[in-house]
């Protein structure tokens, strides 16, 4: 693979925009494409709303917010350009498969193809790609220029290589890939977090506790210490650390979590309409009065004061410590 010095995002929504914010940020350069009417004075705007944001973080010295280029509905001819494409359009099969097939018939075969895709592995639509071993996914967590989580997964034929080269490019930029090794629905992360909030919707929709109350049990425990150690190594230390703490941890509490286990079970959060009410009304009451944009703004803020304090250093690669 050659060295990546220009990227190509196809799609600018949410997800496409904050990866060409990123990119940027690390000096490289950006070809940009989207239909849809009004998307490149978005884009502008976004980035232009961000780049504090991402200088706080500190950006490489050569990045610079205007080093991209804004080339239509699609890449064109100025596909060859890129060394590395970042897919981000809608989450539709016929749409992917269409698109993915167009992308690999006209980028160099030594180019990455990335899929952000949250939900669709890369197997459901390379049928029609001709190299279907330079495609998988790069699955982002948004937004994709703060939360370094990249999740890596190949479909059957993606190559080794693509693989390897795709994991060392987004460590170059700043983020933490993980190789997910096999195609599960929602890959790892999403998975994780659909299991705390359906428990989550549970317990709210059961009047157990409201959902404000939820929030604060999340952020003032599990949230905090999950931020600097996993799971696995949150319940080592729980264990006493040492060799033996995580066995020692399931077997002193692993009974008890297993009733546990069962209870949630018993009452997993079912999606009628009734519980989905339930849950609506306590949210409202928690946003009663709450400017959520500002809280928003305030979130990324914090995010950025932790990943600081974590040790984050876009520029120095080796440096990062998750
Ligand atoms: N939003 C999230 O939280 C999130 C997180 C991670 C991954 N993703 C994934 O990222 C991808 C994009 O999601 P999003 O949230 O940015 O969606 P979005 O709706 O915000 O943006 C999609 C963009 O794609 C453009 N588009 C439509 N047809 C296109 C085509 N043929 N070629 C190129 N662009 C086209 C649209 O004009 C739009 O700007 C999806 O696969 C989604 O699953 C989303």
Redesign the pocket.
Same mark, same amino acid.
């Given at each position: 693979m050659a060295p990546i010095k220009t990227v190509g995002v196809?799609?600018?929504?949410?997800?496409?925009a904050s990866w060409t914010a990123l990119f940027l940020s690390h000096g490289l350069k950006v070809l940009v =494409?989207?239909?849809?009417p009004g998307?490149a004075d978005k884009l502008a705007a976004f980035i232009k709303q961000v780049w504090p944001t991402l200088e706080r973080m500190g950006i490489d010295n050569d990045a610079n917010p205007d080093n991209y280029e804004f080339v239509g509905k699609?890449l064109g001819e100025h596909i060859k350009e890129c060394d590395f494409i970042q897919e981000?359009?809608?989450?539709r099969v016929e749409?992917k498969t269409k698109?993915l097939a167009e992308l690999d018939r006209n980028a160099r075969e030594d180019v990455i193809i990335a899929?952000?895709? =949250?939900?669709?592995p890369s197997s459901k639509f390379v049928g029609e790609c001709q190299h279907p071993e330079r495609v998988l996914i790069g699955?982002?967590?948004?937004p994709p220029h703060l939360m370094p989580l990249v999740e890596v997964v190949p479909h059957q034929g993606t190559s080794d290589s693509v693989v390897k080269d795709a994991l060392a490019f987004y460590k170059s930029v700043g983020r933490k890939p993980v190789h997910v090794k096999q195609e599960v629905p929602g890959f790892a992360a999403n998975r994780l977090q659909s299991a705390l909030c359906n428990e989550a919707y549970s317990l709210v929709s059961r009047g157990v506790l409201s959902a404000e109350d939820l929030d604060a049990c999340v952020t003032t425990s599990i949230g905090p210490r999950w931020a600097v150690v996993g799971p696995f190594l949150a319940n080592a230390m729980g264990g006493g650390g040492g060799s033996d703490g995580f066995k020692h941890l399931l077997e002193h509490l692993g009974p008890a979590a297993r009733v546990w286990a069962e209870d949630m079970n018993a009452h997993a959060f079912t999606w009628t309409p009734e519980n989905v009410a339930a849950l609506t009304s306590s949210v409202g009451e928690e946003l009663k009065g709450k400017d959520v944009a500002a809280l928003e703004r305030q979130r990324d803020e914090r995010l950025v004061d932790m990943f600081k304090a974590k040790g984050h250093r876009r520029t120095s690669v080796s440096s990062i410590d998750y």
């Open positions: 196809v799609g600018t929504g949410v997800i496409g =494409s989207d239909p849809a998307a699609d981000n359009a809608p989450e749409l698109l899929s952000s895709s =949250s939900g669709l699955h982002p967590f948004n």
